[in-house]
């Protein structure tokens, strides 16, 4: 039953949101020590390692095909992570994850109809009821979650077009590559050796995402972009509870509410993509 469960869309979706939100909190604890590029580029080798021997060893191409949309889904991806990180340095965890999937707003579809155009407010009024514009707690931290919304929205755009023609291995072996690349003269100045708990972690949070990447491009397979983002969104709730017991982020009325703007804006634009 559990080999059933994870060999369908909506199985590999829950998994792969249930490993971000582990990532999560390892993320929140490592940058609080590390350099932002290191994290990133560390996690990408680590990717990139492990994937190549297992590529090669299945007699599959390093090459891919749809090379542009793989380039494309590893800038967006790196972007979104580098936006992601740096958030997660100046806001709560639970913050910064519920900015991040306001990425709904970001990728409707050609048409937008009256009913878009009324989620799209509603998640608008979250965002202004989350972030609070006015107030003296508002910093750049908000900024960049919806930065990593908006550049992990067009990743998901390019990983299920590149999930057209490529495995699931061959795109997250691209991301890493890529992101490899970019990360890699940031990291020549800024880098910090880590110690035992350190590296630990390191090598966790690479392998959660590694997985969890496994199973988003391999759920993009069996689900639409809309229908595989709606089942992401439930890392808001694996993350956010993670959130409120390790890192006591504060619960207040203005992020219950904010909270369940975007979260019912996102649902509601994802049901129409699914249904259009």
Known sequence: MFRRFLASGFGLMISAAFLYSINDVFLKILISSLPIPQIAFIRFLLGGIVLWPVISAQGISLRGSQ???????????????????KSLTLIPLSLTMVLFYTFPIFWLGESIGKKEVALILVGLAGIYALIDPGSHAFNKGYLFGLLASCTGAMAMVMIRKARETNGAMIIYFYFCLVGGVISFPFLLHAFKWPDLRESILLVATGLAMLVGQLMMNQGFKY???AEGSLLLMAELVFAGV?????FRDPVTVRFGAGALLIIGSGLGLNWMNRKA
């Open 67 to 85: 090379i542009g949309a793989l380039v494309l889904r590893g800038v967006f991806g790196t972007s979104s992570l580098f936006c992601i990180l």
């Open 242 to 246: 993670a959130g409120i017991l390790f």
């Open 223 to 225: 689900c639409k972009a």
